[in-house]
Every structure is written in structure tokens, then in C-alpha cells.
């Protein structure tokens, strides 16, 4: 009698056979403990990279965003230690780190009127960095590549994980469905972004009061940033379903072509997500480091055409 006649009754699988019913789930034959696994490849060189990638991004966008706030060890950096780390403000020009854009100085002018004086000792970054790293936490890249790196959800392909099974995005993992929102308002900064650049190539001379145009190091950095960022931004999946989706008919009328073309372009866009998702998060914060050397004075800011 053959395997089949011996180890099936009728179409399904014996329990005696050491399998199961047909629809039953089948264990893999996997080892258990941390990064146990039967691979040969060095399949830990990305988790372990990615890890560090965005270990080291996090850190360095809580110490700049807290180093101008003023309370605790932070009363000796920035604006509170009078030297502000957020702009320079070298022949008048104005080249502001994108993440202090939109500058929000509590207390102070127009814009500190709205906001409560208990909250005047936060850092301009505290008010303003919740949306873009919104945006970005809950993208679905950067939940792959964070749930992967730092949560082990999975490790890797079978390779064992140290904690219970994946149970979805539950609890608090639910802010995960507001990216679409989150998209909202980072749609908004590209024109705030924009604007920066457009201020980094005016000069103005307080005593003169003359104006001319100009091109510096940090007008280039800002511009590079605009464009990385757009082309993360309008590569984002939320994005590409905002003009694309719900549409069953493309080449009927104005306002269709219009859709598909811009559907197109996003998904010219989304195609390399990750790369603009990883290339534009270290061009931010290069711009804010070569801000912040500059006003330390371990740089100097270079026009390379025009100014006063």
C-alpha cells in the first residue's frame, strides 16, 4: 500500500501521519529563543543596521529639541544661555532649521501670544515636531522597519521572535490609522519649508535697510530638504490613494487626467518610498546640524552668490 493509502482518509491528512486536517494551521519546524533560526545568511545585518539608523535619528532630534527649552540642565544651552541655536543670522540673511519651522518662541511676540505661560519653558521644537514625526511613525515603511529593528515583530523571515505572536495593531498601536491625517499636516509644512528657502536668499542690512538677493551653503542645504522631503511625501502611500483612489474612470474629462497624472507621479514616487523615507530623515537632520555649528561658531556660513 502506498503513502497515500496508508496515511489519508479520503482527502485529508491522519493525525498518525504527524500532520494535520486540512484548514488546521501547521507549525513550522522552527528553533525558539532569540534570533534562533535555521539560517545560514547574516540575515541580522539589517535589523541591527536599521536599528542603529534610527536610534541614532531619534536621539539627536530629542537632544536638538530640547536644547532650547528652558528648564533643568537646558537653562545653559540656547536662547536661555543667549546664544539660539535655531537660525543663523549671519549678513542678514535668515536660514532657519527645519526643525524649528514654524518658529514658535513662547512668549515672545505674536507667536508667543496664544500659547499658555506654563508652557513658556518648552523648546520652539516641542510645538511643532508632534506632526512630523506623526507623519512619519505611523508610515507604513517606517512601521516595518521599527517594528522589525526595535520590537522584533518579526525578527526576520524564520527567525524566531522573544515575544508572543504579533496581535495586530491594538491598543495604542490604533494611532496608527490616523496617518492619513498626519499626511494633512505635512503637506502643509512643504510650503513653510518652501518659504524658509525663499528667506535664506534675501538679505537685508538692519542699518541701510538694503535688500539685494543671494545664494549661501545654507540656502542649498534648506532647498535639498524641501525636495527630499516632497518626494517622501508625495510618494506616501495615504497620498497616492488621496489622488487615485475611488476612481474607476481615468481619461474622461479635465479632472480625471488630472488624477491619473498625479496618481502616476506618486507612484513614480512610491516606488522608491524607502529610499526617500531614509535619505530625506538624515537630509533634516543635516540641515539642523549644519545650523547648529554654525551659530556655535565651529562653522562659518559661505554666500556663494550675491548678498550685501
Same mark, same amino acid.
Given at each position: 500500500?502506498?503513502?497515500?493509502?496508508?496515511?489519508?482518509?479520503?482527502?485529508?491528512?491522519?493525525?498518525?501521519?504527524?500532520?494535520?486536517?486540512?484548514?488546521?494551521?501547521?507549525?513550522? &519546524?522552527?528553533?525558539?529563543? /532569540? #534570533?534562533?533560526?535555521?539560517?545560514?545568511?547574516? =540575515? +541580522?545585518?539589517? $535589523?541591527?543596521?536599521?536599528?542603529?539608523?534610527?536610534?541614532?535619528?531619534?536621539?539627536?532630534?530629542?537632544?536638538?529639541?530640547?536644547?532650547?527649552?528652558?528648564?533643568?540642565?537646558?537653562?545653559?544651552?540656547?536662547?536661555?544661555?543667549?546664544?539660539?541655536?535655531?537660525?543663523?543670522?549671519?549678513?542678514?540673511?535668515?536660514?532657519?532649521?527645519?526643525?524649528?519651522?514654524?518658529?514658535?518662541? &513662547?512668549?515672545?511676540?505674536? /507667536? #508667543?501670544?496664544?500659547?499658555?505661560?506654563?508652557? =513658556? +519653558?518648552?523648546? $520652539?521644537?516641542?510645538?511643532?515636531?508632534?506632526?512630523?514625526?506623526?507623519?512619519?511613525?505611523?508610515?507604513?515603511?517606517?512601521?516595518?522597519?521599527?517594528?522589525?529593528?526595535?520590537?522584533?515583530?518579526?525578527?526576520?523571515?524564520?527567525?524566531?521572535?522573544?515575544?508572543?505572536?504579533?496581535?495586530?495593531?491594538?491598543?495604542?498601536?490604533?494611532?496608527?490609522?490616523?496617518?492619513?491625517?498626519?499626511?494633512?499636516?505635512?503637506?502643509?509644512?512643504?510650503?513653510?519649508?518652501?518659504?524658509?528657502? +525663499?528667506?535664506?536668499?534675501?538679505?537685508?542690512?538692519?542699518?541701510?535697510?538694503?535688500?539685494?538677493?543671494?545664494?549661501?551653503?545654507?540656502?542649498?542645504?534648506?532647498?535639498?530638504?524641501?525636495?527630499?522631503?516632497?518626494?517622501?511625501?508625495?510618494?506616501?502611500?495615504?497620498?497616492?490613494?488621496?489622488?487615485?483612489?475611488?476612481?474607476?474612470?481615468?481619461?474622461?474629462?479635465?479632472?480625471?487626467?488630472?488624477?491619473?497624472?498625479?496618481?502616476?507621479?506618486?507612484?513614480?514616487?512610491?516606488?522608491?518610498?524607502?529610499?526617500?523615507?531614509?535619505?530625506?530623515?538624515?537630509?533634516?537632520?543635516?540641515?539642523?546640524?549644519?545650523?547648529?555649528?554654525?551659530?556655535?561658531?565651529?562653522?562659518?556660513?559661505?554666500?556663494?552668490?550675491?548678498?550685501?
Amino acid at each position: 500500500m502506498g503513502f497515500t493509502a496508508k496515511y489519508m482518509v479520503g482527502r485529508h491528512w491522519t493525525k498518525s501521519a504527524g500532520l494535520r486536517r486540512m484548514g488546521e494551521k501547521i507549525p513550522l &519546524p522552527m528553533k525558539k529563543g /532569540f #534570533g534562533a533560526t535555521d539560517r545560514v545568511d547574516d =540575515w +541580522w545585518k539589517g $535589523p541591527t543596521a536599521m536599528a542603529a539608523y534610527l536610534g541614532i535619528m531619534i536621539v539627536y532630534a530629542t537632544w536638538r529639541g530640547f536644547m532650547e527649552a528652558d528648564f533643568w540642565i537646558f537653562e545653559e544651552f540656547g536662547r536661555s544661555a543667549g546664544n539660539q541655536t535655531m537660525a543663523i543670522e549671519s549678513e542678514g540673511s535668515h536660514v532657519l532649521s527645519p526643525l524649528f519651522s514654524p518658529l514658535v518662541i &513662547p512668549g515672545q511676540g505674536k /507667536f #508667543g501670544g496664544p500659547i499658555p505661560e506654563a508652557l =513658556w +519653558w518648552m523648546s $520652539p521644537a516641542m510645538f511643532i515636531l508632534i506632526f512630523p514625526a506623526g507623519f512619519r511613525g505611523t508610515c507604513y515603511y517606517y512601521r516595518k522597519a521599527y517594528y522589525r529593528a526595535f520590537f522584533q515583530q518579526p525578527t526576520g523571515c524564520a527567525v524566531s521572535t522573544p515575544w508572543n505572536e504579533y496581535s495586530g495593531e491594538t491598543g495604542l498601536l490604533l494611532v496608527q490609522n490616523l496617518h492619513r491625517y498626519f499626511l494633512y499636516a505635512a503637506l502643509a509644512y512643504l510650503p513653510i519649508l518652501s518659504y524658509d528657502v +525663499w528667506l535664506s536668499v534675501n538679505f537685508h542690512d538692519p542699518v541701510s535697510h538694503a535688500h539685494s538677493y543671494g545664494v549661501s551653503v545654507g540656502s542649498l542645504v534648506l532647498a535639498v530638504n524641501v525636495i527630499a522631503l516632497a518626494g517622501y511625501t508625495f510618494g506616501c502611500h495615504a497620498f497616492r490613494h488621496l489622488v487615485g483612489g475611488g476612481s474607476n474612470l481615468w481619461m474622461s474629462g479635465s479632472r480625471p487626467i488630472l488624477r491619473y497624472r498625479m496618481w502616476r507621479m506618486s507612484t513614480w514616487f512610491n516606488e522608491h518610498h524607502k529610499d526617500w523615507a531614509l535619505y530625506s530623515l538624515f537630509i533634516v537632520m543635516f540641515s539642523d546640524f549644519y545650523i547648529y555649528v554654525c551659530t556655535m561658531g565651529w562653522w562659518t556660513e559661505i554666500v556663494l552668490w550675491g548678498g550685501l
